[in-house]
């Protein structure tokens, strides 16, 4: 259950909106950035502000690739494989980065920190191969500068 102030400031947001399915990538969000994924809790609880179905809900959920209908790692890397970071080396990228933290694509690691997935584009295509943790973007990326990334990650944790 979320708190009662989070439910006023998201009632606010949807009120400022348009149509309450304009306001629903920002709800889901900000449930999402509350329980570290979008729950079925957290579904149901955004189908009553936005006064959607929870079916309606659940299918803008698993359209947009960076709403986490499952637990996710508290640093969620995406490793862009659009054909501009493929071309600049984007998998080989992915698959050392999956190596580095000793999982699979699309695995979290044992210890909770990191969740690996592709994603479909960046924006970021001049400085490919690119990546992001968290909201952070970084493009021109090495194997060389993902390990520094992901120790700086490990560290501040």
């Not at 490793?79 to 699979?104: F, P, R, T, Y």
């Not at 909201?135 to 560290?155: H, N, P, Q, W, Y």
Request: aromatic share 6%; with cysteine; glycine share 8%.
């Amino acid at each position: 259950m979320i708190p009662e102030h989070m439910r006023h400031e998201l009632q606010s947001r949807i009120a400022a909106a348009v149509t309450n399915r304009e306001a629903a990538v920002d709800v889901m969000k900000t449930l999402q950035a509350h329980y570290g994924w979008l729950t079925d809790e957290a579904v149901i609880e955004a189908a009553g502000l936005l006064e959607l179905s929870p079916l309606q809900v659940e299918e803008l959920a698993t359209f947009y690739e960076m709403i986490y209908r499952r637990p996710v790692g508290r640093h969620v890397i995406h490793v862009c494989d659009s054909i501009s970071c493929w071309a600049m080396g984007g998998e080989s990228l992915l698959q050392n980065i999956a190596g580095l933290l000793g999982i699979k694509v699309g695995e979290t690691t044992p210890d909770g920190q990191f969740t690996l997935l592709p994603c479909c584009c960046l924006g970021n295509c001049g400085q490919a191969p690119t990546l992001m943790i968290g909201d952070a973007i970084f493009g021109a990326v090495t194997v060389e500068s993902a390990s520094e990334l992901l120790d700086k990650k490990r560290r501040d944790s």
